[in-house]
């Protein structure tokens, strides 16, 4: 008998634990909307917050504390059709650092092509095999690309299994030539153009970089501050390579739009660095940024 309790137990605990990987805040901003009702968001709103927390995305088993700490927002901008929105989605995520109460932002992206159907109290289920609807595979989407982009900062090329599966979500969509979000043309900074450029065997220093920046930089300052400074520098260094082969390069504007401010931070105090190849460098592969970059001394 104690055995078969012991059993239960261990096959509860085991349930619980699986899956829920992120700890997503979902917020959908419909206040520029008039004369629609408000009610249908607000159920929008809750049936995204249960999709995306209460969803199995993976096979691993994370605990409480390890969940990824994300959030998604949907400004709704227009109408443009019976149940049909169109607006912006802004999605951040972040990471702890180690020995620290510190979180590192490690995804601030604004997608400028969101455009969706959506009807109160309609499903959301998310299916591998085929495409649902564009709501579903818009939410799916970001949900492996921050696994992906979190993974790759604890492991080397450890987001590629997500990354694989954001492509596949991308690849189902059905017409993507008529949804800008989804386009194949690699000129649009979008979702198609994100992950192409992510699994892109040419970038994989920049996944080298991301793995240096946290693992080797971040998670090493609280014992060595100095050195975890240095490794930062030579990540956002090497990056430099990216900038050469594409000068326009978007996954180089993913990285400085999450960690623009983060960067200044670190090169404005603590133990001095070189820094002049570094302001160079930032101001070679984010020169919309200048103003940032000058801050750094």
């Not at 299916?127 to 982009?149: F, K, P, R």
């Not at 040419?202 to 080298?208: G, L, V």
Request: glycine share 4%; proline share 3%.
């Amino acid at each position: 008998m104690y055995k078969i309790l012991t059993f239960i137990g261990i096959f509860f605990i085991t349930v619980t634990l699986t899956g829920q990987e992120l700890n997503c805040k979902i917020i959908v901003n419909a206040d520029r909307l008039t004369g629609s009702s408000t009610q249908v968001f607000k159920t929008l709103e809750n049936s995204l917050n249960e999709f995306v927390n209460q969803s199995t995305w993976t096979d691993k088993t994370y605990l409480p504390h390890e969940r990824i700490e994300c959030s998604m927002v949907f400004n709704i901008a227009e109408e443009i059709g019976d149940a049909t929105y169109k607006g912006t989605l802004q999605v951040q995520s972040s990471r702890p650092v180690y020995n620290s109460i510190y979180t590192s932002p490690v995804f601030n992206h604004q997608d400028k092509y969101l455009t969706f159907s959506y009807r109160e109290f309609e499903p959301l289920r998310y299916d591998e095999t085929s495409y649902q609807s564009e709501l579903i595979s818009i939410v799916s989407y970001y949900a492996y690309v921050i696994l992906g982009m979190d993974a790759d900062t604890f492991e080397l090329f450890g987001g590629d299994p997500y990354y694989e599966i954001a492509q596949r979500i991308t690849n189902m969509v059905e017409d993507p030539t008529n949804k800008p979000g989804w386009d194949t043309d690699l000129s649009k900074k979008n979702r198609y153009r994100l992950i192409t450029e992510l699994l892109s065997r040419d970038n994989r220093i920049y996944r080298q970089s991301m793995y240096k920046y946290h693992r080797k930089g971040l998670d090493l300052m609280e014992s060595d501050l100095k050195e975890g400074k240095n490794e930062i520098y030579a990540a956002i260094k090497d990056m430099k390579g990216i900038y050469n082969r594409n000068m326009t390069s978007y996954i180089l504007r993913v990285f400085t739009d999450a960690k623009e401010d983060e960067i200044v931070k670190i090169f404005t105090g603590g133990p001095k660095v070189n820094t002049v190849d570094l302001v160079e460098v930032l101001n070679k592969i984010a020169p919309t940024k200048s103003n940032k970059w000058s801050q750094i001394k």
